[in-house]
Nanobody
């Protein structure tokens, strides 16, 4: 049974940086996909960054070039390094996992592909 726990959220000014962590408890297995999603007030949850067991990564256009997803060597923590933050990045950020390999083109296709979620961590960016 995999469990996820996010941390690292906070309040920053526009242009600032934050690094989110997602601690992964349990065995992901050999084939898996991980992702970061976010949900702003009044908006639908959107996938913004993902990776799979091969190390392939993918990003939503809204964060490409500013955010970087990574996983530590022991594969028990996933990170989201966020730079050049904008007020529109304000949201609750969630990490998610699935014991399924997805090609990078499909990792963020649907949140329904991810059965396991963390509780979320809030990111607030002021102008």
């Amino acid at each position: 049974q995999v469990q996820l726990a996010e941390s690292g959220g906070g309040s920053v000014q526009s242009g600032g940086s934050l690094k989110l962590s997602c601690v992964i408890s349990g065995n992901l297995g050999e084939r898996y996909s991980l992702a970061w999603f976010r949900q702003a007030p009044g908006k639908e949850r959107e996938g913004i960054a993902g990776l799979n067991n091969r190390g392939d990564t993918t990003y939503a256009q809204s964060v490409k070039g500013r955010f970087t997803i990574s996983q530590d060597g022991a594969k028990n923590t996933m990170y989201l390094q966020m730079t050049s933050l904008k007020p529109e990045d304000t949201a609750m950020y969630y990490c998610a996992s699935t014991p399924t390999y997805f090609h990078p083109d499909y990792i963020l296709f649907s949140e329904k592909n991810f059965p396991t979620w963390g509780q979320g961590t809030q990111v607030s960016v002021s102008s």
